[in-house]
């Protein structure tokens, strides 16, 4: 089965920091760019970063840009979303996905989503 599995999530204070991990099972991740979403109750889901196979191009959505950073450990099979200086605007649950190419650029389908990690950022 093809699939991801997030963890990482937690309840943090504003301006905290969490390092969310995405770890791919049925599939090698250094044939896939990997995207991060995430969806706040009562929203639509949000893309908030992706990165390419290579590491480069990486882009991120200008709600977290300078705050948040992706990376990827294709050896490990895993991809990370080091989020710091978090706000509670933040809160939601983050999902990672398999993009339908090996590059950021675009449009492009993605699938083999996990089930989330919930992150929630309250005093």
């Known amino acids: 089965q093809l699939q991801f599995a997030e963890s990482g999530g937690g309840l943090v204070q504003p301006g905290g920091s969490l390092r969310l991990s995405c770890a791919a099972s049925?599939?090698?991740?250094?044939?896939?760019?990997i995207g991060w979403f995430r969806q706040a109750p009562g929203k639509e889901r949000e893309a908030i970063s992706c990165?390419?196979?290579?590491?480069?191009?990486?882009n991120y959505a200008a709600s977290v840009k300078g705050r948040f950073t992706i990376s990827r450990d294709n050896a490990g099979n895993t991809a990370y979303l080091q989020m710091n200086s978090l706000k509670p605007e933040d809160t939601g649950l983050y999902y990672c996905?398999?993009?339908?190419?090996?590059?950021?650029?675009?449009?492009?389908?993605?699938?083999?989503w996990g089930q989330g990690t919930q992150v929630t950022v309250s005093s």
């Open positions: 996905a398999r993009r339908g190419n090996r590059i950021c650029v675009g449009p492009s389908e993605y699938d083999s």
């Open positions: 049925g599939f090698t991740l250094d044939g896939y760019a």
């Open positions: 990165i390419s196979t290579s590491g480069i191009p990486r």
